[in-house]
């Protein structure tokens, strides 16, 4: 059983345009939320975190939201730019596990110029 | 270089060989992770060590699958008598301690024929 859903497998968007990335949980344990870009054969690499103490945080064109009553959060990417194509990860750790992350499927974003 | 190193990149073997792979983690980390990735997946947690505690086993799939780091800083998961179904990318990831921002390495590749 899937605790961490990325339900949408791809999403194309126009330059210059807001990307929005969505991801559910079903963990209430959950308290630590981070994405991860990644491109072909290469790592995942660390974009943003939140806490579940914070509803948003902000990171120059990257902003996660986090609801906590819906237990779902999301990724928005604006302006979005070709270099942003890639795969996103949704992941989450729970209090106590010492950060053992729980990845989503991933959705792969296509910023067309 | 200053990010994690995993080698080999590639692994090619026969069904029922033994495989190591190898994690260099970034200098100073005392936290240390192995993840894989099978085709179409999220990453799945498979083992975590923190400074000189037992290591978190709860991820291994099996009694073929074990890992160790020596000194607190290489480690090598080894996987015995390998099967088709162990094909995967395995990736490592460091951070500066357990629930912080992890770094990944670019993964090996493994193939089993």
């Known amino acids: 059983d899937q605790q961490v859903k990325q339900n949408s497998p791809s999403l194309s968007v126009q330059e210059g345009r807001i990307s929005i990335l969505n991801c559910d949980y079903t963990n209430s344990m959950f308290d630590y939320f981070l994405w991860y870009k990644k491109y072909p054969a290469e790592g995942p690499t660390f974009l943003i975190s939140?806490?579940?103490?914070?509803d948003k945080n902000e990171d120059g064109r990257f902003t996660v939201f986090l609801n906590k009553s819906a237990k779902h959060l999301s990724l928005h990417i604006v302006p979005s730019q070709p270099g942003d194509s890639a795969v996103y990860f949704c992941?989450?750790?729970?209090?106590?596990?010492?950060?053992?992350?729980?990845f989503g499927k991933g959705t792969k974003l296509s910023v067309k110029p | 270089g200053a990010g994690v190193s995993q080698s080999p990149s590639n692994k090619v073997t026969e069904k029922g060989k033994d495989v190591e792979l190898r994690c260099d983690p970034i200098?100073?980390?005392?936290?240390l992770y192995w993840y894989r990735q099978s085709l179409g997946q999220g990453l799945e947690f498979l083992i975590y060590f923190q400074g000189n505690s037992a290591p978190d086993k709860s991820g291994l799939p099996s009694d073929r699958f074990s890992a160790e780091r020596t000194g607190g800083s290489v480690s090598t998961l080894t996987i015995q008598r390998t099967q088709q179904e162990d094909s995967a990318v395995y990736l490592c990831a460091s951070s500066v301690r357990g629930n912080q921002p992890q770094h990944f390495g670019d993964g090996t590749r493994l193939s089993i024929l």
């Open positions: 992941a989450a750790s729970a209090r106590g596990s010492q950060g053992n992350l729980i």
């Open positions: 200098s100073g980390h005392t936290a």
């Open positions: 939140i806490s579940s103490i914070k």
